[in-house]
């Protein structure tokens, strides 16, 4: 496994491997690795031939007030975790390599990443757009790995993709839930007993949204208040949102009618977790 620092050494490795008749992943992270992101390591492996992960923790998507300077790096761990999975390369660059100069270009999605998490985290879809597409532009890969539990930015990223015209597939990958249902997540280190067992409420509650969904309940409204009721038996978490959306564009649907994502996100203590599933209907 080589580690390279430097956009340089990183770009000239990808395009050395495709040169090579190479297909090239590539799995962005921001390091802390759980099983969560090795399970987009490994679906990685299996449709690719060389696999670039990136380590960067980017500042452009944490707010003023967010957790950038306490957000947990693990790196040495992390790369003996990726060479445990065969990784070939690893992109490891600094703050001043991704943005030199004090840059003042941005990409931003419109309309998109206002929705969800970016109405409540002003900016940070920018900061994830404009890191993905320096990323896509330096590596180059073929395919790009996501996990569905960032299924906003999923969504922002394949309409990045498909407006910009990147010759990339991105994939997007099953949420990793722990053996309680806990959506697997690197700010999982921050939460204290009692705040991981509060944190449970979430899976909980769109649990239970599914199973009104399954037994019939199509309007959005009466789902999320079925949601509301199993948040409100958990005084240790701190509801930020819980909604119905349309998968792709992230608008609300005041009706099921085919796929929907219902996601939720709140605080257990100082921590901000996010969760999310899928309904779809028969038809």
Not at 1 to 25: D, N
Not at 151 to 162: D, E, G, N, S, Y
Not at 227 to 247: C, H, T
Request: aromatic fraction near 6%.
């Amino acid at each position: 496994m080589k580690i390279h620092p430097t956009i340089e050494e990183m770009r000239a490795a990808s395009r050395a491997a495709r040169l090579g008749g190479l297909r090239v992943g590539l799995v962005p992270t921001m390091g802390a690795l759980h099983e969560g992101h090795l399970s987009l390591v490994r679906a990685a492996k299996s449709q690719c031939d060389a696999v670039v992960v990136s380590i960067f923790v980017n500042p452009l998507q944490f707010g003023p007030n967010e957790d950038l300077a306490k957000y947990p790096r693990t790196f040495d761990r992390d790369c003996e975790l990726l060479a445990q999975e065969e990784v070939e390369f690893v992109f490891a660059p600094s703050p001043e390599q991704m943005y030199p100069n004090k840059s003042v270009t941005w990409v931003e999605v419109e309309g998109l990443s206002q929705r969800l998490c970016g109405w409540s985290r002003p900016g940070h879809f920018r900061g994830v757009t404009t890191v993905v597409s320096k990323l896509f532009h330096i590596v180059e890969p073929d395919l790009a790995f996501f996990g569905q539990k960032d299924a906003a930015q999923a969504a922002i990223i394949r309409r990045m993709v498909r407006d910009l015209n990147f010759a990339v597939e991105v994939v997007v990958c099953p949420i990793v839930r722990e053996s309680d249902g806990l959506a697997m997540s690197s700010r999982n280190i921050y939460l204290n007993p009692e705040e991981r067992k509060s944190a449970l409420v979430l899976y909980r509650a769109l649990q239970q949204i599914r199973n009104s969904f399954e037994a019939g309940e199509r309007n959005s409204a009466r789902l999320i208040a079925v949601g509301q009721q199993v948040l409100a038996q958990e005084a240790g978490i701190r509801l930020d949102y819980l909604e119905i959306a349309n998968p792709e564009t992230l608008e609300a649907l005041p009706e099921i009618t085919s796929a929907a994502l219902v996601a939720v996100a709140g605080f257990s203590g100082n921590t901000r977790l996010i969760d999310n599933i899928l309904l779809t209907t028969n038809h």
